[in-house]
């Protein structure tokens, strides 16, 4: 367990800050899967914009959580890390929705 995780367990304790949390937990793992891959293969963010046809700012806020993308965008993403996007809807318990 890497030290992000540690501090996880601690706060998902606080149950406003694990509701938030669960709100918003796709995003924060799709963010931190994009920046995995993109140093596993060794780019900048300057290096994977080019590759999708951006900028290196739109690629800062996309990591830094400021932007929303589309799926179109996180395939472009994706193929430019050589990767492939899988979505997954499960059945659970979302808090607010109906059985």
Known sequence: MDDFEKY???RLEDPKF???WEES????????QLIALRMEKGLTQKSLARRV???QSVIARI?????NISL???GKLAKALDAK???N???????????
């Open 53 to 55: 046809g951006t900028t």
């Open 25 to 32: 937990e796709a995003e924060y793992q799709t963010i931190r």
């Open 8 to 10: 996880l367990q601690k």
């Open 85 to 87: 996007v899988t979505v």
């Open 72 to 74: 179109r965008t996180l």
């Open 63 to 67: 990591e830094g959580g400021n932007q």
């Open 18 to 20: 694990r509701a938030a």
């Open 89 to 99: 809807l499960t059945p659970g318990t979302s808090p607010g929705a109906s059985p």
